[in-house]
């Protein structure tokens, strides 16, 4: 049976904001990107670590350019990420998959503003 959590009022959320939450033993962070709101599990798949307090930025392509040649790096403005702070690792912000492994994904929870509030659905 899901929970409908609320978290605060979308006015108290500047641009990179988060809140993070214990729900049923669950440490949840939510974040706000852009004018956009995600929920993402805050305990890193790796070890563990306090992933939704690490940096959220736009996901770095690198492009080959030949043997002994640094990579072309270039910005993707349409992926937006969350790393880890202890570690590293990567997470695609909205998906929670880990940018390096299909097989690893952070869970993440559905986000409703309701009357200028941000509630999250926790299963
Ligand atoms: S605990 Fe998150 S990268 Fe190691």
């Known amino acids: 049976m899901s929970e409908k959590v609320e978290v605060k009022p979308v006015a108290e959320f500047e641009d990179g904001d988060r809140e993070i939450l214990t729900v049923n033993g669950k440490s949840i962070g939510v974040i706000q990107y852009d004018g956009n709101f995600y929920a993402l599990s805050n305990t890193c798949l790796h070890d563990c670590g306090p992933v939704c307090t690490g940096r959220v930025h736009e996901k770095m392509d690198g492009e080959y350019t030949g043997t002994g040649k640094p990579l072309d790096w270039s910005h993707n403005e349409d992926e937006i990420v969350i790393s880890c702070p202890w570690h590293g690792w990567t997470y695609d912000l909205e998906t929670g998959e ?10 993440t929870y559905e986000v409703e503003i309701e009357d200028g509030d941000v509630y999250i659905i926790v299963e």
């Open 98 to 107: 880990h940018l390096a492994t299909d097989d690893i994904q952070l869970p």
